[in-house]
C-alpha cells in the first residue's frame, strides 16, 4: 500500500464511505475497448499454463471445458481456499496475489478431450 493510499483511507476512515482497492482498471483495458477478439482464445479447450504474477512459477494443465471455465474455477479456489486446485493452493501458501485471465493464462494447445489432449499434456 503506498503512503498515498494510506493518506486516502485516513480521510475517509469516520465516514460512510468505504474504499476499495483494484488493480483491473489498468491503461491496457482503457485503451482497448474491445477485447473480445483476443479473448475468444479462452473459450476452447486444451492445454494451459498459468503464471504466478508475484513468483513466475508455472502450472500446466488441461481442461476439456473451456479455458475460461477451468480459470474460474482456478479463482475459486483461490478466493475461497479450497484446497482443490494446486495453483490456487500455491498462491495461497505464499500470499501471492491472482491476476485477470489475459495475464496469467497462456493456452498451449487447443484440442479436445481425450488422447490427444494427454498427448499434448506430456510434451
Known sequence: MTKETKFITKLF???PV???????NTIK?????NPRPFQ????????YQLFCPDCHMKY????????RIRFSEHFRDY????????FAQHLLDNKH???PIEDIMKVLHKTNKG????????I
Not at 79 to 86: A, C, H, L, P, Q
Open 18 to 24: 468505504k474504499i476499495t482497492f483494484t488493480k483491473r
Open 115 to 122: 488422447k490427444p489432449m494427454d498427448t499434448m499434456n506430456h
Open 79 to 86: 478466493k475461497y481456499n479450497t484446497n482443490k486446485s494446486k
Open 60 to 67: 500446466v494443465g488441461q481442461t476439456g471445458r473451456s479455458f
Open 40 to 47: 475468444e482464445q479462452f473459450d476452447s479447450s486444451g492445454v
Open 29 to 33: 483495458k482503457l485503451l482497448f475497448t
Open 97 to 99: 496475489s491472482i491476476g
Open 13 to 15: 476512515k469516520d465516514s
